[in-house]
């Protein structure tokens, strides 16, 4: 008897959990990079970006454009992070980021200029879930066009 049921069902998620951390994992060493520092938080947000990300190919049809599929990855990350930071920094009090002297910030948690940052950072996921998921669990082979 299979403990996550049918093979195809163990395999999605062993493929979720993965990608689930090769995103987290990822996302947490950009930080490092560019902070020096990162929180277990940013695993687990980052995680759930990159899931997010690669669903968008599974949600718009192949023919949408990168650059579209890119503002759809934004509004994700940014949506993710707000919940995240009301999360970890208003209700927990952990203060794992603070865009307070940001312009254009709301409560401190997202902001315009990161938005933007994650317009680009989306492009990279998306093209990188997609053929992680094609090289190594069969997806189907990504294809894109800019505009």
């Known amino acids: 008897m299979e403990l996550f049921g049918k093979p195809k069902a163990k395999h999605h998620i062993l493929k979720q959990l993965f990608l689930f951390w090769f995103g987290g994992a990822t996302y947490a060493s950009i930080e490092v ?3 020096g520092h990162s929180h277990w938080s940013m695993i687990l947000l980052g995680g759930c970006c990159f899931i997010c990300l690669g669903e968008i190919n599974k949600i718009v049809p192949w023919k949408t454009p990168l650059t579209l599929q890119m503002l ?3 509004i994700v990350i940014t ?3 707000f919940i995240t930071g009301c999360i970890v920094n208003l209700e927990l009090g952990l203060d794992v980021w603070d865009y307070s002297d940001m312009p254009l910030n709301l409560l401190g948690q ?3 200029p990161f938005s933007i940052i994650w ?3 989306s492009a990279l996921g998306i093209l990188l879930f997609d053929y992680l998921d094609y090289w190594f669990f069969g997806g189907e082979k990504p294809r894109y066009r800019l505009f």
Do not use: A, Q, V
Request: with cysteine; aromatic share 26%; charged share 15%.
């Open 33 to 35: 990079i560019f902070r």
């Open 72 to 74: 759809l990855g934004s």
């Open 79 to 81: 949506s993710l992070e």
């Open 110 to 112: 997202i902001c315009l």
């Open 119 to 121: 317009f680009f950072f």
